[in-house]
């Protein structure tokens, strides 16, 4: 009996390790019941105003490509849709909308169904004429901003097949709708019938203050190589990626920095050398901003899809754009994929947010996750540092002092997905957390198990297109994903509970834009669906708390008085920390234009849950001179609007 016992021993012990393995694991990923915290949210789920007779005209659900994608026209048709809110009458209401429909390959500028009567305007499509735009060309998303500093909304636009076009606010239209002029952001060839520049192939932008001159550049993220992608009789120079961990053979990060105005245009000049080389080919589909050592310029973070994600340490001066890139640390249990700068996964978009409520930025990036398909994880990079400067020292010396904790925050796993926006939903201090989901949507074929088969294949195969597996129309591949709406519970932990509150469709979703639409401190926000037409979601949650929302400016370098002109020009780069009087630490920033493809307000808002006392709030800004500034102001819950010179002065809402 005893030798008998003897010899199961090691049996019995592997087990009981499994067991009490499978028993940890269990715990470690259950997950809390959205049903207790769904209650606390509400959502009205309302259409967007289109133009019109826009309901008329041809829908498509599939692009024309080049003949060698041919066999993967719906995997090179999955992206494209986006959507941004803006404040775009000058009213101090972040209610005016400029979105990509990729069904029509419009851009539609409208409002949001809960503007008052002083912000609506009959809804319009851009139009790009006299610049050269044709069916090879496609939208993929819309930025607002004011890029000549005069104190009007602008828009820049970016496509697939050509640089980016910049409409600008034109001050001599009448009424209260707003009128655009477009003009090209990298000029080209003048007096000819067609285009003559770079194909670039954009599916990101970030607009920031990147040298500290006092105005706004633009770091372009482009996907594939320049190349004839929407050319149905194009030449065979397209590729896909060299590798599904690796690829650097994408179109990469184009750094435009702002030189002068010139007669109402903003001119650029592009700093190539502004991102290592070596970091700078990715297939880029995301890129965010935020400012991690208070210095007042802020960092970058890159998702590029089948590589590395990067985090860009600004080191830039006026005039001259400069970063450096830094990587993470593997301990000894920290897989690969889980070092800052190291993964494979396949970066979709990105968010700087203050997470955990410690007056820091934190990142949330998303990736594939897949359960049964492709099941990476979502990133939540956790700020270890414990200053701002012990974090530009880390940064100066290539060293990211990130943690990635989205399984511990609940937030790994949600589906093929998209863009990510963090915002407090209910005004309680505590951020939700917006995700879009949904790959390719068809109603035949389950393609998983190709792509899975894809996914082992050697590198050297899969730059070639010829060799990916097909995927139609009739194809499917994680296309009937709802997107995600993570509320964080009592324990930390967060939970999705998209289901709970009706946010359930299954079209395949882009872009999110958050914005305080009706001037109320309540977050609505819409959303872009891929070949489906858009919608918008009002925050009809019970119980909101108290919030603080700073309108940020400075003074226009040539203000219009026009009816759709602000009290100056949005004051890119800045950052607010709030402090409340319960020991509580929050920060945020005026988000000129990052992630995938929504864009938020301009605003910077705070909930503050139940707090009704005065909370302390320090500004930092920049002036129009690049001069750093620091203010502290006691503020009681409400919304504020601040002139930034050499001081904060509040002055009158728009």
């Not at 963090?422 to 949507?441: E, H, P, R, Y």
Request: proline share 7%; charged share 25%; hydrophobic share 35%.
């Amino acid at each position: 009996m005893r030798e008998r016992i003897r010899t199961l021993t090691p049996a019995l012990c592997a087990v009981l390790l499994a067991a009490s393995l499978f028993a940890v694991t269990r715990a470690a990923v259950a997950a809390p019941d959205p049903k207790e915290v769904a209650p606390d949210y509400k959502f009205a789920s309302m259409s967007l105003p289109m133009p019109p007779g826009y309901e008329k005209l041809p829908k498509k659900k599939v692009r024309e490509v080049n003949p060698s994608y041919h066999k993967i026209r719906s995997w090179i048709s999955s992206v494209g849709a986006s959507v941004a809110i803006n404040d775009l009458t000058g009213h101090g209401r972040a209610n005016g909308v400029c979105l990509v429909d990729t069904r029509t390959d419009s851009v539609v500028v409208t409002h949001t169904p809960t503007a008052p009567a002083a912000d609506r305007f009959t809804p319009f499509t851009l139009d790009a004429a006299p610049l050269h735009i044709d069916s090879t060309m496609a939208p993929m998303g819309c930025a607002p901003g004011d890029f000549d500093s005069d104190g009007r909304m602008d828009l820049l636009v970016y496509y697939w097949g050509r640089t980016p076009i910049l409409f600008m606010a034109d001050e001599s239209a009448p009424g209260r709708s707003p009128a655009y002029r477009p003009t090209e952001v990298v000029p080209s060839a003048k007096g000819v019938d067609r285009y003559t520049g770079e194909q670039w192939n954009t599916n990101a932008v970030s607009i920031a203050d990147y040298d500290g001159d006092g105005h706004p550049d633009l770091m372009i993220g482009n996907y594939f190589p320049n190349s004839s992608v929407l050319d149905p009789d194009g030449q065979d120079d397209v590729v896909m990626n060299d590798s599904m961990s690796n690829a650097k053979n994408g179109g990469g990060i184009r750094m435009l920095r702002w030189v002068r105005n010139d007669d109402g245009r903003p001119v650029y000049a592009e700093d190539k050398k502004a991102v290592p080389y070596d970091d700078a080919t990715g297939w880029t589909l995301a890129l965010g901003s935020g400012d991690l050592t208070d210095d007042l310029l802020p960092e970058v973070y890159a998702a590029n899809d089948f590589g590395h994600d990067h985090l860009f340490h600004n080191k830039s001066t006026p005039g001259n754009i400069r970063f450096g890139t830094a990587t993470g640390e593997r301990g000894w249990t920290t897989p690969k994929s889980f070092v800052l700068g190291q993964d494979s996964f396949k970066g979709m978009g990105v968010d700087f947010v203050d997470l955990y409520g410690r007056g820091k930025f934190d990142m949330i990036a998303s990736n594939i996750a897949t359960a049964w398909g492709l099941e990476e994880s979502n990133y939540v990079w956790r700020n270890d540092a414990r200053t701002p400067k012990k974090m530009a020292s880390e940064l100066g010396a290539g060293h990211a002092p990130f943690s990635q904790q989205a399984q511990e925050a609940g937030l790994a796993w949600s589906g093929w997905a998209w863009d990510i926006k963090g915002a407090d939903l209910q005004n309680s201090g505590k951020l939700d957390v917006l995700q879009t989901a949904g790959f390719v949507q068809g109603a035949k074929h389950n393609r998983w198990p190709w792509l899975q088969e894809l996914a082992t294949s050697n590198d050297v195969l899969l730059r070639e297109p010829g060799m990916w597996p097909k995927v139609g129309p009739d194809d499917d591949i994680a296309g009937h994903q709802p997107m995600a709406v993570y509320a964080p519970t009592d324990s930390g932990e967060y939970v999705n509970i998209a289901d709970e509150v009706g946010i359930d469709s299954k079209t395949p979703t882009r872009g999110i834009a958050v914005g305080d639409t009706r001037g109320n401190g309540t977050l609505d926000f819409a959303v872009a669906r891929q070949w489906g037409p858009p919608a918008f979601y009002r925050n009809d949650s019970p119980d909101m708390g108290r919030y603080l929302k700073l309108q940020l400016y400075r003074p226009a370098d040539k203000k219009d008085s026009g009816d759709l002109s602000a009290p100056g020009t949005p004051a890119y780069n800045a950052t607010v920390t709030v402090r409340t009087a319960d020991g509580r630490t929050m920060r945020s920033q005026l988000d000129g234009g990052s992630g995938h493809s929504g864009k938020r307000g301009f605003d910077v808002h705070f909930g503050l849950g139940t707090e009704d006392q005065p909370v302390s709030a320090t500004i930092a800004w920049l002036d129009n001179q690049g001069e750093r500034h620091r203010k502290t102001v006691r503020l009681t819950p409400g919304t504020y609007t601040f002139m930034l010179t050499d001081t904060a002065e509040e002055v009158s809402a728009p």
